[in-house]
């Protein structure tokens, strides 16, 4: 049974920068493609960011270049580094594992396994 934790959300300031993990348990996640996605209130969740198994990434538009996805299969474990944060970022982040597409998968549809959220809060 596929289960993945996220840990590493709080309160930053706005500017600010935060690590998450997502941590996968259940069998390797090598071969998979691992996304994050996040999930403001009152709002749709959102692409955030992917790392394929042949390490090729793909960002959101509003967090290129701030965001950063790294996975350490060894460890069984991607991150997503995020900097220069801003309120907008603001929401309940998921890592997810898309265990058969092949391709760069941008969409929820596109993954199997889904974690329980952590929440980010960017604020003064």
């Known amino acids: 049974q596929v289960r993945l934790v996220e840990s590493g959300g709080g309160l930053v300031h706005p500017g600010g920068s935060l690590r998450l993990s997502c941590a996968a348990s259940?069998?390797?996640?090598?071969?998979?493609?691992m996304g994050w996605f996040r999930q403001a209130p009152g709002k749709e969740r959102e692409f955030v960011a992917v790392r394929t198994r042949g390490d090729f990434t793909n960002y959101a538009e509003s967090v290129q270049g701030r965001f950063t996805i790294t996975r350490d299969n060894a460890k069984n474990t991607v991150y997503l580094k995020m900097n220069s944060l801003k309120p907008e970022d603001t929401a309940n982040y998921y890592c997810a594992e898309a265990s058969s597409y092949v391709g760069i998968p941008r969409y929820q549809t596109q993954y199997d396994y889904w974690g329980q959220g952590t929440q980010v809060t960017v604020s003064s």
């Open positions: 259940g069998r390797s996640f090598s071969r998979s493609a």
